[in-house]
């Protein structure tokens, strides 16, 4: 089974008459039947595993780079200081501009991010809009004061340790379902090596099972 | 996810509506459609495709001027300690939660099927045929703490869900275990200017709706179907008290009875 | 080496990919994000986020003037809702103000100066250049001033007493002079009747009947259940929740359905009706306070005395001009009588069109005769301090119904209250010329004033500007308030007080003030001074929900920054009334004749002739009638309750109905001498015979397309043709054809 083209056709009858080898080979596949499969079986795995991340999630940059590690560790701040809970009990996830203006009216160094805080939000008074890892579809309703206050759960059980980071990922999010990549984790199959890489109803209801927490659509979907 | 067992129900929400006291000024209506974000149907909407969590008809006692007399009666989902609409659902979108009585509709579940609709003996269940959609601006009007749902779901009263998340927030971050009853009021019982919506625990025999519900004036719509309603409704007027009586209730004899006990 | 592929090599390649592609999360994974896609579409909505704050104001949406508290997330105003402990609305809001949110994004708001078409009402809206409209409204001003013409200029105000009543004034001081005009209401006439019966010379005082201190009510078709500013408290009397309650109507309204007492009484007949009742009083001696017999017999010059009069009108005779028997004439007269502090309250039911002056001064007598007035009784006298702020601007309140037709070259309507009924036919036929113009200073290309209006120059909307609201029409107390904003304008509304001073700088007055907000905002807080440096009455602080007397305040600007924060201002005092200083037949006794000429009902209201003619009833407050700019969600109770037949349906007693022809449904056509309609006939077995009850409000698909005009019910009633339009005859006639 190779040779010209040229003599392609009257072959045909002689390939249609089939030699036990041959019909072996049927049965079981030639080399390059195998290969052949070989090589879309890895163009598919390719595409699944590889391609589809790559084209199903847009790239955002945040406005502007933010470094956790320089507030908490040069300027000595606590997590409290900008994440804190309101009079109402709601919790204040990203500060609004004011708190940042507290410190940085005008520039304490000569960082990009920073000149960027002060030229084009603080001194305008316009709120920064800040990408939100973390944000969950509008359908909804978790509250941090049960699970912080109540439950006393860490915050990097959900949100990892970017408290120590040293500036912003890029915040990336699914084109179809518009919801960002940290809903679903970084693999595309799903969560990721640390407990924190997923955000989904699973991961939800899992840690609800676990502690015994009473469950009902209406506790977290509003 | 199944929570009907280990249970121990310290509330059950329920609501009293007293219907002397209602004056139709539809106060209720709007502000349930404020809260809960109901979208302004298109113009095109016919009369039965609109959208509503609780809406107040007109009862008359069928009598012609002069005799004539007619009543207000509010009618939001009666989340009924049997709720037909649960045994009926498909797919599970309808809930009872055990630990407050709330009967919970989750419309990102629900495929539209309006079985449940067709269940409902109050008519309490309503449907979205369109896209909510506001005029232009006013999402900026929406509830944050109620998700707009999307077309063709059904969708009715939750007793102000949204409320009662926001009062366990509160007493969450105050340090109060989530076992613990909240108290809160829905939208139509602040928005109420008569004060004819009384809301509250029934478990608590101390609690304002226990008592009223528990009064010689109170009744309930269509109780001989067995669907356990947890609004009550409440009229001295003993036409009006009839107004809660069923085909069933005629079946048995009941409806001739001079009223209801 | 060259590879032999054939067809089957690639469905083998194929097969590997689909094998692979399955064996990868893709396919489970657009399936996932697919399914969410479609709870996610665009086209839902998406509520603003941000956190949660309250603020506190006072709703402008009528002059009512209850308390609200604004729900804003992030800098969004979100809802509405009522503030317990407010010392005006105690804790209620009608459904208007529920939805005041909603009116900023209104379809009907503007977005720019806006010209209509031509001078129709169905013409459609242009935006024009706001600056050159300015301009060329100065120029108009600067020609007027220069030939010295003191007429032609007017000013409607739809709001009187507030502010920026003040700086309007001022504007036509300015101007060389011109009228500044008001419209009153229902609620104005009635309290404008009290004023007759006392003498010039007494200390003046407005009306201010307080329910709360009432055992019993008689009310003439007051909407106390019905319309929107149902603050009258429902539930038992029995228990003491509220006063016993005698409603006189025709109709059978929510008041009237929900009286301890429903009194059927021919329209028309409600002036006898008072007089019968006061005969029963005096006659009886039911009210033993010597002085009301000392007040019966006092002399009127020519005129006689208010006894006198009454024998004219008995129970037996007044009887057959009302349709209610003597005893029930005197059963109620007894009632009050007994349940002392009585109140009889007037208004009539302004959807359907004010009581007149006779009515509404008849009614005042009986108060007088059941000693309501005074500190044992349910009726106030509001002292000046609390209502009057010494402004002093030199064009006094004229009535729009006093000045002549065709009088107009330029008349200014104040939107700021986009509800006012006002009858857009009445405006229009003051204008003078071809060349005369309305403008309005509006939010919205809706409401009478905007659909009456040539050009609209667009102002602010309820919650996004501080206006202010004095004390309501026969309101229990004095009260004033802030609205300050709980929203930020768009860039194209501009502050009325501003667009004042863009047509002064236009028509080349060098005026005081260059900032018309400034100038607004220096009268605001001048009111709060005057206020507070008069010591009177009590301040409500939203913050803490307490009231304190006024005296506790430290600050001499401490008013004003409670009432920048939503607070209000009471005061609950009440002026004593000399007996001598009251004239029951009026000032110059001139009642006696006017009331003798009405004892067999108004024309047109009783029948007393056989011939039986429908008359025609409008349900509701005109405030919905007119006033098409209400809050979108409003449409539930129009189309998803029936709460509200909408203005479409002309509802009448079956047996009327029957006797007429016109089957339950069918399309009819509804005349008056005024104008025509097209209804829909609804049996209606709560009706009396032969009354039409044409339903207040926009039709059931109108709410929210600006484009419908409302006035017409207006015009129905022959709003703007006279005063009292309560009693309109109509023909109802059924209409065959395609389009009905």
Redesign the interface.
Known sequence: MSNGASDHRPRIEVTNVPTPQQERGARRLSTLGRVLLALGLAAGLAAGWIALPAFLYGRQEQPLAFNHLVHVETAAMSCEDCHSFGVDGSYVGIPPLSACADCHSEAQGDSEAERILVDDFVTPGREIPWLVYARQPDNVYFSHAPHVRLAEIECRRCHGDHGKSETTPVYQYNRISTYSRNIWGPRIAGGGPNEWDSMKMSDCVSCHAERGVHDHCLMCHK | ?S?HSG?TATTSYAMVI?L????????C???C???N?????P???A?NR???WI????V?NG????E???V?VPIPCQHCDNAPCIHVCPVTAV?M???TG?V?Q????CMGCRYCMAACPYHARYFNWF?????????????????????GVAEKC?FC??RL??A????????R??SEPVTYQPACA??C????ITFGNMLDESSEVYQLAHGPHAFRLLEALGTKPKVTYLS?EPWVRRIGLSRLDMVRGLADAPEGA | MTLDLTRRSLLKFMGGAVAGVVLSPMPWKLLDDASIWTQNWSRIARPPRGPISWRDTTCTLCPAGCGLRARLVGTSFVSAWPVSGHPRSAGLVCPLGLAAAQMRFHPARLRGAARREAARIDAPWLVVDADGAVTDLGRRLAVRRARGATDGLALLDLRPGRAMSQLYREFLDRQGGGLYLTLPDAWQASAAAFGGLIAASAVAGAPAPDLSRARSVLSFGAPLHDGWRGGFPAGDSENGHRPYLMQIDAAATATALRADRWLVARPGSEAPLALALAHVLVNETLNTDPRVAALADAPHGPAGSFRALLADFSPERVSRVTGLSPSALRDTARELANRRPALVVGVGDPGGGPLGAEEEAAVWSLNLLLGSVGPDGALGLLPATGIDFADGASPTATSLNDIPDGSLDLLLVDGSFPGAPVPRELLRRKLRGPDSLIVALSGFAGGAAALAADLVLPTPAPGEWTDDVPTPTLAAHASYAWSPPVAAPPDWAVHPAEWLARLETASGVTGNFTSGRARHEAELVRRAALLQSRGRGQVFDPRDGNTTGIANLVDPNALGSVLARGGCWLDTASLALDDRDLRLLGRDGELAARWRSLSGGRPGGSAGDGAEPLLLTIGGDLAVAAGSVMPPVLNKLYRESELHGGSRKAALNPATARRLGLADGVAAELRTEHATRRVVILHDPSLPPDLVRLASGPGPLELGDPGEPQTDILELGGASQRPVWRLTRVVLKEVRDVNA
Not at chain 2, 20 to 27: L, P
Request: proline share 9%; aromatic share 4%; glycine share 10%.
């Open positions: 996810m929570t249970v007293d002397d006291k209602c004056t139709g000024c539809g106060a209506m709007v502000g459609a404020v809260e974000n109901i979208s302004v149907p113009v095109a909407a009369e609109g959208l509503t809406r107040v008809y007109r008359d009598k012609e001027f002069p004539h007399r007619s207000c809930q939660d055990e630990s709330i919970g989750i419309p990102t579940r896209d909510p959609i506001w005029p232009e601006g006013m999402e900026d009007t929406l509830n944050p703490d109620v998700s707009p749902r999307m077309r939750n869900h949204g998340d926001r366990r927030e509160l007493a969450s971050a105050g340090g275990p989530t602040e928005a200017p008569h004060g004819a001295r």
